[in-house]
């Protein structure tokens, strides 16, 4: 069993800063493909970034060049580093774990991005 646990929401003016922590126990992220989504209220999931267990990186459009996902298996943390965020990037961000045996969530964080 893999436990996440995301940390480092909250609310930031546009054009701000975010780090968010996906930190995971029970068992090793290593062995897994990390994911961020988010999700705001009456809207499906979305997809954001992806860092695969080789640490291949591939983003949505909107988010290119604005955030960064990044893992660190020694530290079995996953991150999502969001620069000049914008009011669309308010959501609720959640890590999720997927390898071809299992598939795991976390609980998600709130970011608000809000002048």
């Known amino acids: 069993q893999l436990q996440l646990v995301e940390s480092g929401g909250g609310l930031v003016q546009p054009g701000g800063s975010l780090s968010l922590s996906c930190a995971a126990s029970?068992?090793?992220?290593?062995?897994?493909?990390i994911r961020w989504y988010r999700q705001t209220p009456g809207e499906q999931r979305e997809y954001v970034a992806i860092?695969?267990?080789?640490?291949?990186?591939y983003y949505i459009d909107s988010v290119k060049g604005r955030f960064t996902i990044s893992r660190d298996n020694a530290k079995n943390t996953a991150y999502l580093q969001m620069n000049d965020l914008k009011p669309e990037d308010t959501a609720v961000y959640s890590c999720?774990?997927?390898?071809?045996?299992?598939?795991?969530w976390g609980q998600g964080t709130q970011v608000t991005v809000s002048s």
């Open positions: 860092i695969t267990k080789a640490s291949r990186t």
């Open positions: 999720n774990a997927l390898n071809s045996y299992n598939e795991y």
């Open positions: 029970g068992s090793s992220i290593s062995e897994y493909n």
